[in-house]
């Protein structure tokens, strides 16, 4: 398996184990659960008790060329050297601030940040309108700040305007830079940072650039939004009456749900998911925006049956797409049917990865492929989605919700506002990965039963190694 840069995570085995232990886990601490998912509530508490912190501490923050006031905000590594021998435009770390009425940026420089016009901008990841980013092209000296748009397709759609100096804070220290925009000077442009019924987060940071090029994209920072609390972490999903259907992360490691349900690129009119493997930057490939499906960091991961059942369709005979242009031709699947009358189809697997036949038996965790780039499909990623029997592919009318996962915002090992979940209803924009395998938990015995057990495993013990002195020498090592 390629490991993904800058990402760690776990591996999807021993599943039936986890749903005991987190019923446990809710059973014996008390635990609840939020409204559609079942994330342990005492894990939602420390989120909202960060939040309040650093509600405060954002407040406080002063875009004066002192970095002392970010020291209590999550600070997210950039590891790679993306620009070698210039210094002041390689990030290394950045942090973000997304408070009620602005939100506050922070990159840390390997060098004494360069001050000229177009060295920086701001990236910010959009949801609800039809595109994609939007960049901020930062120009200390004009005096304007320039608002670049990206499409869905990651193409820029030219200039959408300027920010006046004026309208927001941006200053230089010796290895960093800070910027304070105001949300009313980013509104004309992008209206749903505005919008928290879209999201609960907010996700950008400082990148460099040199002209139209992207010298360093610098970390994702995201953050939960500064604001008071409770509220929901989990946006709101489209009402219906279908229960989602619950079903393993058929993934390994951490992966990111670049479209979820009702998204703007290709699920606007249906409930479906696409899992992309990213670095920490967001990037989907090394070097990002490759055309080599080799250089994506989804491609050719292995992919496993979301729950038992039996083989529907089973394809893996078509071509993979060149990145980035979706192809054409044919898109691979593997549909398993999971009883209930549902069906699991997962599409674009990588040709000739598909290692399941029609009419197979299948048990949860069980290999069926890898995943591709085949059919319409730009880059590599995992499309999924429940269907109803006899209902086409693009018309799903029911969710998803995986078990036993560990949520988060951000793609590295240890983040800040990760929750652990016995079942999470998906949402587009968060990573996810299978929790860790664990025992099952051991029940309670009296003495008698104890010692039962005891002498069982002693009898055990001694027939195992009466056993082993029987076997051939050739056969005992």
């Known amino acids: 398996m390629r490991p993904y840069p800058r990402i760690t995570g776990s591996i999807n085995s021993n599943r039936p184990y986890l749903a005991v232990l987190m019923a446990t886990v809710l059973l014996l601490t008390g635990a609840t659960a939020t409204a559609d998912s079942s994330c342990v509530q005492s894990t939602d508490a420390e989120i909202y008790t960060l939040i309040d912190s650093l509600r405060t501490a954002g407040a406080a923050i002063t875009i004066d060329g002192n970095d002392s006031d970010w020291s209590a905000f999550p600070n997210f590594p950039d590891a790679i050297d993306d620009v070698p021998g210039i210094p002041g435009q390689e990030i290394v770390a950045g942090s973000i601030a997304p408070l009620a009425d602005r939100v506050k940026f922070f990159a840390r420089t390997a060098g004494v940040p360069a001050q000229t016009d177009g060295a920086f901008g701001i990236f910010i990841e959009l949801v609800s309108t039809p595109a994609l980013e939007a960049q901020i092209i930062l120009n ?22 300027f920010i006046p100096a004026t309208s927001m804070s941006l200053a230089f220290g010796a290895d960093f830079i800070e910027v304070d925009i105001p949300y009313s000077a980013l509104s004309p442009f992008v209206p749903d940072l505005l919008l928290p019924d879209q999201r609960s987060w907010v996700r ?7 002209g139209a090029t992207v010298l360093d994209f610098g970390p994702g920072a995201t953050s939960y939004r500064l604001i008071p609390t409770p509220y929901d972490l989990d946006p709101a999903l489209p009402a219906t009456a279908n229960a989602p259907r619950q079903l393993s992360f058929p993934l390994q ?3 990111f749900i670049s479209q979820g349900a009702f998204g703007a690129f290709s699920h606007s009119t249906f409930w479906a998911y696409d899992f992309t493997a990213v670095d920490n930057s967001f990037n989907r490939s090394s070097p990002p925006d490759s055309t080599s499906n080799l250089d994506y960091f989804s491609f050719g991961e292995p992919l496993f049956a979301p729950a038992a059942g039996t083989v529907t369709q089973a394809d893996g005979s078509n071509p993979d797409s060149t990145p980035p242009t979706a192809s054409a031709s044919p898109f691979n699947i593997v549909e398993i049917d999971i009883g209930g009358g549902l069906s699991a189809s997962m599409l674009h697997e990588k040709q000739g990865s ?10 949860e965790g069980q290999q069926v492929g890898e995943v591709g780039n085949s059919g319409f499909s730009t880059s590599a990623h995992l499309h999924l989605e429940i269907n109803e029997a006899g209902a086409p592919l693009g018309a799903s009318v029911r969710g998803v919700a995986l078990t036993n996962v560990r949520v988060s915002l951000n793609p590295v090992a240890d983040d800040p506002w990760e929750r652990e979940c016995a079942a999470w209803e998906v949402r587009g924009g968060f990573l996810v990965e299978s929790l860790p395998p664990v025992a099952p938990p051991v029940p309670l015995i009296g003495p008698i039963g104890l010692a039962s057990l005891i002498g069982s495993l002693l009898i055990a013990g001694i027939f195992a190694v009466s056993r082993r002195k029987a076997l051939p020498a050739r056969l005992s090592s």
Do not use: E, K, Y
Request: no cysteine.
């Open 140 to 161: 200390p000296v004009g005096g304007f700040h320039a608002v670049i748009l990206f499409d869905l397709q990651n193409q820029p759609t030219g200039l959408a305007g």
């Open 204 to 210: 950008g940071g400082i990148g460099s650039l040199s």
């Open 253 to 255: 490691n951490q992966w």
């Open 354 to 363: 598909v290692i399941v036949n029609v009419n197979d038996l299948v048990i």
